[in-house]
């Protein structure tokens, strides 16, 4: 299922190589509630959560997560405040399983594969990147306000499974209000009727 011949349209196509030591300042995993870090389609579960992770320990290679039934992988990250998003780096796996194009999306909770296919915020054509240096420089203007962020790998380089190493997040960070937090927790909840099952009985009970 690699997807090969799809459209570039309106991807950005190369990243900046980071200045020595500019790695640093990718502190936002952190700021991730990472209890409720989803990764949907991963092989091993809660691997997903692992490649998010401090910039010394970006080329740690014991923790990684590979993608399960096809090459994509899909990450829903919350944050434990407001982010302002400036960059990412990603370290993918070796040869064709490194990803080779990314998508961003602000602030839609429990995306699934189901609604991936909607314009994204932001889309990158990536690079295999093994030391990390490369920086995908996001617009910023679009993602300020940044609670929750999804973030779609939708092909690699040629592989049936895709693996990531590693994903840094640079940017700005600011405590939530109070009532502003548990709006937005409130709001992010899973409904039920969302789920697949329910859309699957949902089908059949129509055919019948």
């Not at 870090?37 to 959560?49: D, P, Q, T, Y």
């Not at 998508?103 to 909607?118: I, T």
């Not at 960070?173 to 109070?178: A, D, F, Q, T």
Request: glycine share 8%.
């Amino acid at each position: 299922m690699a997807g090969h011949g799809h459209s570039h349209g309106g991807c950005d196509s190369s990243g900046t190589q980071l200045p020595p030591d500019q790695g640093i300042h990718y502190s936002l995993y952190t700021k991730i509630d990472k209890a409720n870090v989803e990764c949907l389609n991963e092989a091993v579960e809660g691997s997903g959560k692992e490649v998010f992770k401090p910039w010394e320990e970006r080329l740690n290679y014991d923790k990684f997560v590979d993608s399960d039934v096809d090459e994509e992988l899909l990450f829903n990250i919350p944050f434990t405040g407001s982010v302002k998003l400036k960059g990412i780096i990603l370290i993918g796996g070796e040869e064709q399983s490194h990803p080779s194009k990314m998508r961003l999306f602000k602030n839609r909770p429990h995306l699934s594969f189901d609604n991936v296919s909607s314009e994204a915020h932001q889309e990158f054509e990536l690079h295999p990147d093994p030391s990390g240096t490369i920086e995908y420089s996001t617009k910023i203007v679009k993602f300020s306000g940044v609670q929750h962020l999804s973030l779609h790998f939708p092909t690699n380089f040629g592989a049936e499974n895709t693996r990531i190493y590693y994903i840094g997040l640079l940017g700005e960070y600011s405590e939530l209000p109070r009532q502003e937090l548990t709006l937005f927790c409130y709001e992010s909840a899973p409904n039920p009727a969302d789920h697949k099952i329910d859309s699957i009985h949902s089908v059949m009970h129509e055919i019948h």
